[in-house]
């Protein structure tokens, strides 16, 4: 079974997320504690794609998280945002992003957009 980690700390969005992804046989971690724990997961776990909300509470935004991430590891990422700002595009665009899907989105187009990339 394929392996998503999920960064929305939005309970009612990351829920929502969790129940879709299921539908379609994904398992779901959702992690929106610090961003040293969800640093560690993605180095220690399996997960084979993360679903990260480009402005989360913590300290590091998504993309700056991402930044850090991509220091030992490829593992495709899609971005959630409800931001459409070139700047944040760009900014996005430096980390190698496998997608991003502009808030509110469809969660059969979050189904397609997944199965693309795990």
């Known amino acids: 079974m394929k392996h998503i980690l999920v960064?929305?700390?939005?309970y009612i969005i990351s829920s929502s997320i969790k129940y879709h992804c299921e539908l379609l046989g994904y398992k779901v971690t959702i992690d929106c504690t610090k961003d040293e724990d969800?640093?560690?997961?993605v180095r220690t776990g399996q997960y084979g794609l993360i679903?990260?909300?480009?402005?989360?509470?913590n300290n590091l935004d998504g993309i700056e998280l991402m930044e850090k991430i991509r220091t030992f590891s490829s593992i495709p990422v899609i971005y959630l945002t409800g931001e459409t700002q070139?700047?944040?595009q760009k900014r996005i665009e430096k980390t190698y992003p496998a997608d991003f899907l502009s808030k509110p989105f469809d969660y059969s187009e979050l189904g397609e957009?997944?199965?693309r990339y795990i």
Request: charged share 30%; proline share 0%.
């Open 38 to 41: 969800i640093i560690e997961a």
């Open 7 to 10: 960064t929305e700390d939005e």
């Open 51 to 57: 679903l990260m909300k480009v402005y989360r509470s």
């Open 113 to 115: 957009v997944i199965q």
């Open 86 to 88: 070139s700047s944040l």
